[in-house]
């Protein structure tokens, strides 16, 4: 491929890339809400979007939330390009916070937490009884899934809104501004060919 890296860095260096990129978090999350501000949609359809995306990150279906966030967003009639935003929420920070409060919920709602978690955890158990998991899990995120959604959609809204009616202003204001240097122009013309007519 023409844009792929001659020399791959090692395993340890892409890890630490995905867990804390070298330019900083906090320039990715610039990033997304400047690009979330400038979709060309409704604050509602942005806003919903988005939600969709929060929630489908609470989701056990790794690998395909983005699929399950454009197919809500498609239902709910949100913006899809802002559902893939929102499966941002989902990220390696978060996902553990997510995965045991999915899998503590859903433990709860269906009274059969696996003895072995609490004997001793491991990845061969984990693949052994994935069904002990993914159940729980997918139960468990429902309720905070929903949480997120929700407060993702009021924040996002108003946020949306605002920058689109800042935006409009200052779109108008420079408009307005190329209108008065057009005027002044035709105006000059105007004068000058005026000047022009009365010498001749």
């Not at 942005?46 to 809500?72: K, W």
């Amino acid at each position: 491929m023409i844009f792929k890296r001659r020399d791959k860095p090692p395993l340890l260096e892409r890890m630490r890339e995905i867990m804390y990129p070298r330019k900083g978090v906090w320039r990715g999350l610039t990033y997304l809400r400047k690009r979330m501000h400038r979709l060309p949609d409704s604050p509602h359809r942005i806003a919903l979007g988005f939600a969709c995306g929060a929630f489908a990150s609470f989701t056990p279906f790794f690998g395909f939330h983005f699929v399950i966030a454009a197919a809500l967003a498609w239902l709910m009639r949100g913006n899809l390009l802002a559902s893939a935003f929102g499966t941002a929420v989902g990220n390696p920070l978060s996902f553990p916070f997510i995965a045991a409060a999915s899998l503590q919920l859903g433990w709860l709602i269906l009274g059969e937490k696996p003895h072995a978690v609490d004997e001793g955890f491991s990845f061969h158990w984990l693949v052994e009884n994935l069904e002990l998991i993914f159940l729980p899990y997918l139960v468990g995120g429902i309720a905070p899934g929903l949480l997120t959604a929700f407060g993702a959609y009021w924040l996002i809204g108003p946020l949306v809104e605002a920058y689109q009616e800042r935006r409009r202003r200052k779109l108008e204001s420079l408009a307005a501004q190329r209108r008065r240097v057009i005027d002044a122009e035709l105006s000059a013309y105007s004068a000058h060919d005026r000047r022009e007519g009365d010498d001749a």
